[in-house]
């Protein structure tokens, strides 16, 4: 047989991992050599061979014992290709009388270096019949061997496997009583072993200690024990020990023990009665442990389940009932007397067995607890039971409930109605923030266009799929027609509809100003109530914000016309351009301040004023009136400067007891001189600076003093300035309505005003009215919150001049 064909026969016999396993069992006891040495040494010398060894074979090739000259094959630990390996796979013995002839061993190592010439090989077999090793005789010369020999090896096999077998079992049952010890030491348990016959006892020292012993006794009687017994309990365990030892049987008892100095002890006992011949009793043993503590403990917990405000009970698995506690008397009013020991069934006539077996029984055989709410007829009762598993039954945990459940029936009921409350307070809200909303956005116009719009936007979608809004007004200037119709939705306004509303827009005098339908959504009576009722808002609202829009419309109308009327016609002044701009506030239905002038003097001079009074009522129009007549009475046939005729205004207002104050510009163009030029002479008090642009396109703020307010001082001293005009030249006079912005600082207003004039000038080549009507659209927004007011002069005849201020 081939060296590869016999290693894959020896690996498939020993592979196994059972027989790997029993023989590494043989391993386990070291103590053994001195044995097995003996063993192997009485084979040697039966065998008269040159050395015998004893091999484990596990995975590895492990020598236990050897006597005379070692192998080679013996130090590797190799298991595979080796003899002692090749008589373990074949399980029966290996005879060779010259291995260099035998082609299963030929090629082996220790027979190719002349090592083995004779080899005798006996396998060892476990008592389950496994092999676990072998025992080898070996000579380095060929020779033959007897059948003396053969037989004393495998008697000495068979003697060297039972040493290993014996020395594994005492190895296990060293073990094993270690590990009893340690279990009975970790619990606190003692035992005892009773010789019948004799009556001694042998016990341990935890058990002597239980009784109250010294640790010096260590043998005793059944007085010994039976005399610290308490004698409460003496007579039961007298019968329970008397009853086993009688039936060869088992008892289990709990009693007390009385120790030296009246300690009390609860002792919790397991025997049982071993039998002899003629299966009478011999032995007794048993083990104890200390139950003080857990009988403390049960103490505690019946003490505890009795202050419980919960009701308990214990059930056994056979629906017993085995414990109930004071509560549960209370809550199911029955004693417990009539509880304890009966069938629920029969403790509760009113349980159904199958239907408390269907409620229950998953519980204990699921593990799991559960909750349950069950109303008890004959109480009329509602009870809350919790059902907790146990090893030998389920705990059962009783609340009443019947008040949390009326309570809770009734909380229910609130919180329906609450429930309600905050819906109908919610469809108020959303009423209420719908009407702020649109009563805002309709009180921030006076459009009466855009508060149709608005009207339709608080309806459309937020309350209706679609609305329709028309609206009476009266015939004007502006509107040639009588009614307005606007429509908001998907729906064709002509077409037949459900469930509309309408709503009338009536004035504060109860005139009809239009009318509002819109399509509500289906809904209950309640709701459909509240939409009707939200409309009839809306459309009152609307009602408001339109008469206010129409009052303030014509009295915006009759201020414009007043405001008018009090500003002055201009001159018409030869070779002197003269173009002036008013536009009132959009937002104020009253006359302002502001206001320009312009009128000759009999020596061809023309005087140029703008101002503004600070205010904006009919205090303020007044008082712009008077100043504006004493500035044109004052200068009118006066040849006094600029500065002197606001001198004299600040001087009469002060004796004519004016209360206001105003910011003024007056501006004295003189003839032309001849030359082509025109000098300007100029005062403020507190105005604006004036602009002049040049012909060659430059446009350039003239400078200021500062100096007050007109009605602040009357001794104050003002100055003049001056500069001069050509032909191309255009002068600019003008209130702060044309600049003033609040998200603007008033220096990058000027700037602006600047740029603005030097786009529409364009050098000069504008028209006057071009470039008033062109800052004015640049400038002022379309509904301007301030008053404006310019004047601009050009000369008329085109004289070359230098442009220079």
């Known amino acids: 047989m081939p060296g590869e064909e016999i290693r894959a026969a020896i690996e498939a016999a020993l592979g196994d991992p059972s027989r790997v396993a029993a023989a590494a069992r043989l391993l386990r006891e070291t103590g053994t050599e001195t044995s097995l040495d003996r063993l192997t040494a009485l084979a040697k010398r039966l065998v008269g061979a040159s050395a015998v060894h004893v091999a484990v074979l596990t995975d590895r090739l492990v020598v236990v014992s050897r006597q005379g000259l070692p192998v080679g094959e013996l130090d590797t630990g190799e298991l595979h290709g080796t003899l002692c390996g090749l008589t373990a796979s074949l399980s029966e013995p290996l005879v060779l009388e010259d291995a260099t002839t035998d082609e299963r061993a030929a090629r082996f190592p220790v027979v190719r270096a002349g090592e083995v010439g004779a080899y005798l090989g006996i396998p060892l077999l476990s008592r389950e019949g496994v092999v676990v090793g072998s025992m080898c005789a070996i000579d380095p010369h060929p020779h033959p061997w007897t059948t003396e020999q053969r037989d004393a090896l495998a008697d000495i096999a068979g003697a060297v496997t039972a040493e290993l077998e014996l020395a594994a079992v ?22 005892f072993d009773m010789d019948l016959l004799t009556g001694q006892i042998t016990w341990d020292e935890r058990l002597r200690t239980m009784f109250g012993y010294d640790a010096e006794q ?7 024990m039976t005399a610290r017994v308490h004698p409460d309990d003496l007579d039961r365990v007298q019968s329970a020990i008397t009853s086993a030892i009688r039936s060869a049987g088992s008892y289990e008892v709990e009693y007390r023990v009385v120790l030296p100095g009246d300690g009390t002890r609860w002792l919790r006992n397991r025997g049982r009665a071993l039998a002899g011949p003629g299966r009478r009793s011999v032995r007794l043993i048993g083990a104890t442990y200390d139950s003080t503590k857990l009988r403390e403990a049960d103490a505690q917990v019946a003490r505890i389940l009795e202050t419980l405000p919960t009701g308990f009970a214990s059930v056994t698995s056979d629906f017993v009932i085995g414990y109930v506690n004071g509560t549960a008397e209370k809550i199911l009013r029955t004693s417990r007397d009539r509880l304890v020991g009966r069938n629920v069934w029969e403790a509760f006539p ?7 077996r269907q409620t229950y029984g998953p519980t204990l055989r699921s593990g799991r607890a559960v909750v349950l709410e069950e109303h008890h007829p004959p109480l009329d009762t509602w009870y809350e039971i919790r059902v907790w598993p146990m090893d030998d039954g389920f705990s059962i945990y009783v609340d009443d409930i019947t008040e949390s459940r009326r309570i809770a029936a009734e909380r229910r009921g609130a919180l329906a109605a609450r429930e309600e409350a905050i819906a109908e307070a919610e469809r108020a809200g959303h009423s209420l923030r719908m009407l702020a909303e649109a009563s805002a956005a309709m009180g921030a116009t006076l459009d009466e266009d855009l508060l149709v719009e608005l009207l339709l936007d608080a309806v459309v979608p937020g309350l209706a799929g679609w609305a329709t809004v028309r609206l009476l007004r009266p015939p004007s200037a502006e509107h040639d027609v009588v009614e307005m119709v606007r429509y908001r ?45 939200l409309l009839g808002n809306l459309a009152d609202r609307a009602s408001a914000a339109i008469e206010n829009a129409r009052l303030y419309t014509t009295q915006q109308r009759m201020s414009e016309v007043l405001q008018r009327s009090m500003l002055t016609r201009l001159p018409e002044v030869r070779d002197l351009g003269i173009v002036a701009r008013y536009r009132p506030t959009a937002d104020q239905a009253q006359v302002g301040g502001d206001w320009y002038d312009a009128f000759e003097q009999p020596d061809g001079r023309t005087v140029l004023v703008i101002g503004d009074v600070v205010g904006h009522d009919r205090h303020a129009a007044a008082a712009m009136g008077q100043l504006r007549n004493l500035l044109r009475g ?19 207002m002060h004796a004519l007891e004016v209360d206001a104050l105003a910011t003024a510009l007056v501006a004295v163009v003189e003839p032309d001189s001849g030359d082509g030029r025109r000098t300007v002479r100029w005062a403020s008090a507190g105005h604006l600076p004036p602009v002049v642009v040049r012909g060659d396109g430059t446009v350039k703020l003239l400078e200021l003093e500062d100096n007050l307010l007109l009605g602040v001082d009357p001794g104050t001293v003002r100055t003049d300035q001056e500069t001069t005009l050509c032909a191309a030249d255009t002068l600019l006079l003008y209130t702060d309505g044309l600049v003033e912005r609040r998200d603007h600082s008033m220096a990058s207003a000027l700037d602006r005003l600047v740029q603005c004039l030097a786009e529409h000038a364009d050098g000069g080549v504008r028209s006057l009215e071009e470039i008033c009507d062109g800052l004015l659209h640049e400038l002022v927004p379309a509904r301007p919150d301030d008053d404006v007011a310019l004047i601009a002069v050009r000369p008329r005849r085109p004289v070359g001049c230098p442009g220079t201020a």
């Open 218 to 224: 260590s043998t005793a009687d059944l007085d010994d």
């Open 350 to 356: 009113s349980v159904h067995p199958e239907r408390f």
């Open 489 to 533: 939705g998907e729906r064709d306004p002509d077409a037949p509809v459900t469930r509309t509303a309408t709503a009338t827009l009536l004035s504060r005098d109860h005139r009809p100003l239009g009318t509002l339908m819109a399509q509500l959504p289906d809904g209950d009576e309640v709701v459909r109530a509240d939409q009707e009722r």
């Open 634 to 652: 004052l200068g009118f046939d006066s040849h006094v400067p600029a500065s002197e005729l606001l001198r004299g205004v600040d001087r009469a």
């Open 170 to 191: 005492s190895a296990e049952l060293r073990e094993t009583l270690a590990r009893q010890d340690l279990v009975l030491q970790a619990g606190d348990v003692g035992s």
